[in-house]
Each structure stands twice: as C-alpha cells, then as structure tokens.
C-alpha cells in the first residue's frame, strides 16, 4: 500500500532524511504492543519478520528500542518476557515502559498511605513503583462492609472500620480497569467525600480532594474481539462523571500517566537513551519514532511530546519547568529534537471508520486537530520499520 506523509511542522525535515548511511543510528523506536505487536495473545503476522530488521549480528538490538504500553496489569519483567517470546529476541525489562511506570518519578506520594485499585499483581506492582503502604479495595470493603451495597447477595448492614486501627486513606492509585466496577466506583467516590475515612457523610464536601493517580486512558484498546473493548479510560470516565454529578465539581487528578501525557514520553525519552548506551551507541540521539495504533493515545501523546520538543529547542527555560510542574521536583532536560508519530492499521485505528474518533482525554482538551494526525499512515509494524530506517537513511 502507499504510505501516507503528513508533515506536522515545516522544521521537520530538519531531523529526518538527511542522514548518510551509518552503523551507529543517531534514532530511536518507541512501539506500542497491543494493536501494534499482538491482538490479545496473539502475536500479528508482520512482526516476526519486522524486527528481524532491528537484530545486529550478535542478535540484540541494533537501533535504541523501548516498548510503551498502556497495559498497567502486569510487572516490567513479566512484560518484557512477553516480548521476548513474541518478538523473537531477547527484550530486557529496562526496555518496557507500561502506564504506570512514570509512577515511580512522583516520589512526593510513596510515603501516603493509599487505595490500590487494578488487576493482576497491584500489590507488587506499587511496591516497584516505590509506594509502601497500600490498601485494595477488597481490605476496605472488608472494614466497610455496609458500604458494599450493589449487589443484594452480599450487603451487610455492619458500619466500620472493622479494625479500630484502620488507616485513613491518603490517596487513590489506579493502575487499570477492575474487574468488576460498581464497588470500586462507589468506595471511591466515598474516599474522595470523606478526606480518605468513610465513616459518615461530613458537613462541608473536602475540596480538593485527596489525591488522586491515575494510568492508562485509553477509551477502547484491540484484543480477539472484533469489536474494540473498553479501556481503563472508560472507567475513569465513569468516575469522572460519578464525582462531578455528586459535588458538582470536577475530579483533579494529581497525576494522569500513561500515553498521552507527555511525561510518559519524556520518561520514555530518558529509557530510549540509556538503551543507546547500553548497545553502545554514546552519541546523542536526535529523533524519536512512536509507533503505534491508537490515534487518542498514541499519535496525540507522540505529537503532543513532539510539541513540547519544538518548544524546548526555542525556550530554555520550558525544558525543565513544564516536566518539573508536574513532578514537583528537578529533572534533565531532554536532547532529543523531534518525536515523529507512525500510525498502523492493525489495531484500534481502521481506515475510513469514525469508530473511534473524539474522546480525546478530559484533562487534554480542548484538542488541537494537528496533534491528531499521525506524520505517517502504515499498514503494519514491519512497515513502519522500513518507514523509519528510509527516513534516517539507515541501513
């Protein structure tokens, strides 16, 4: 198929196809996973052969290479041997970035004690992300169990907490989606109206709130269904919706990670990097190329990042203070100078289908068409391989 260019700034030839042939890539890849190297557990048909492209003869990686997913359900390490066997090379945990693992940067909040909420290891999954003392929602439907009301079968009129000695709530962490979601969106909300300790309804609604992390926004995200599902952005939709139709009010989130929010880049930005070093590539690298299937997530997170690059190249100061707002600490400022996004047709995005268009997250609009549209359209992974080593003159 032909591939569709869209240039997103005039500047942009600048950083792209204008290099000679070289062994040391000046670039580097960021892939998304589902949608882009699987659909559910099955591995898409392009990709054996597409990253047979990227293996040196020593059969690691030759180019800087770093996954970026919104999947927040699983450890780095667990990920990365997914990889491995789905890609046919060895990916190493450091490689793997899933939506929470910007988390580990917000050091102001590990020490709070805080509501876990998610699937798969969430316990783990904090504990690696620095936080040290958490509650599930199952610990506090176990103190609360009047609270605990959706389903007849299991409603107990005893008030809590249970134990004398349970903490107040602190904070609310989410990874991804529950499983089910009436009890998480009911317990939570009653965190947020009682400063954390849900004993009764208080005189004045606490506002702000306590604080509140959220990863992964996708709306929709691509498994074997042939339908896309629901993504953990649904849920904090209906979170969202549930607050503000209780209080009137707007949910704050104390920090939103997970593509698209420009920090998951610059801290994939930083991965990308250490790779280069670790493959050893020590010059800097110049561009960046996000590939993925989901133009909400992917492409608006690329081009948003890709943005704030242009800006830093006219504006020292941005660098660091945008990053560091919301961080609320000290951070390097990035060198790399543009973040081009790839979009692939083998997930969430189909061609000439309104399926999935406008629901762009609440905290980044209004939107900017530009940041929309993808600098180019491919078929499939192996394709946008090509696409990037043609750009780069590499070979």
């Not at 609604?205 to 990863?215: D, G």
């Not at 608006?300 to 961080?327: M, P, Q, R, T, W």
């Not at 609320?328 to 997930?347: Q, R, Y």
Request: hydrophobic share 40%; glycine share 6%; proline share 7%.
């Amino acid at each position: 198929m032909a591939i569709i260019k869209i240039l997103l700034r005039p500047d942009i030839t600048r950083f792209t196809g204008v290099r000679h042939l070289s062994s040391k890539p000046k670039f580097g890849l960021l892939f998304d996973i589902d949608g882009v190297i699987v659909r559910g557990k099955n591995v898409l048909p392009p990709v054996p052969e597409a990253f047979k492209q990227l293996q040196g003869k020593d059969g690691k990686f030759r180019v800087p290479t770093v996954f970026v997913t919104n999947s927040g359900n699983a450890l780095r390490s667990q990920k990365a041997a997914d990889l491995t066997k789905w890609i046919g090379m060895e990916v190493k945990e450091s490689q793997v970035i899933m939506a929470h693992s910007p988390l580990k940067l917000f050091e102001h909040f590990h020490d709070k004690q805080v509501l876990i909420s998610g699937q798969g290891p969430i316990r783990e999954i904090a504990k690696e992300l620095g936080f040290q003392k958490t509650i599930t929602i199952q610990e506090l439907v176990k103190n609360f169990p009047s609270l605990d009301y959706v389903n007849m079968k299991k409603r107990n009129p005893l008030c809590g907490p249970v134990d004398p000695n349970f903490p107040t709530i602190e904070g609310i962490v989410l990874f991804s989606e529950p499983v089910s979601w009436e009890t998480p969106l009911q317990l939570m909300v009653d965190l947020l109206l009682t400063n954390g300790m849900p004993v009764g309804v208080l005189a004045d609604i606490p506002y702000p709130h306590i604080p509140v992390l959220a990863c992964n926004m996708d709306l929709l995200w691509v498994s074997e269904a042939p339908i896309p599902r629901y993504g953990h952005g649904a849920f904090l939709l209906c979170l969202e919706s549930l607050y503000k139709k209780i209080t009137g009010k707007d949910l704050i989130y104390s920090a939103l990670v997970g593509k698209p929010n420009e920090v998951t880049y610059y801290h994939a930005n930083y991965m990308l990097h250490e790779h280069a070093k670790s493959i050893g590539i020590n010059h800097n690298i110049d561009t960046i190329y996000a590939i993925g299937d989901n133009i909400n997530t992917d492409i608006f997170g690329a081009n948003l990042y890709d943005k704030y690059l242009s800006y830093c190249a006219k504006d020292e100061v941005l660098k660091v203070d945008k990053i560091k707002k919301l961080l609320g600490k000290d951070v390097k400022p990035p060198s790399t100078k543009a973040c081009i996004s790839i979009l692939v047709e083998t997930g969430v995005h189909q061609r000439d289908s309104n399926f999935t268009s406008e629901h762009s997250p609440r905290d980044f609009l209004p939107v900017d068409d530009s940041l929309c549209k993808p600098a180019f359209v491919v078929e499939h992974v192996g394709e946008a391989i090509g696409l990037a080593f043609k750009e780069e003159k590499f070979d």
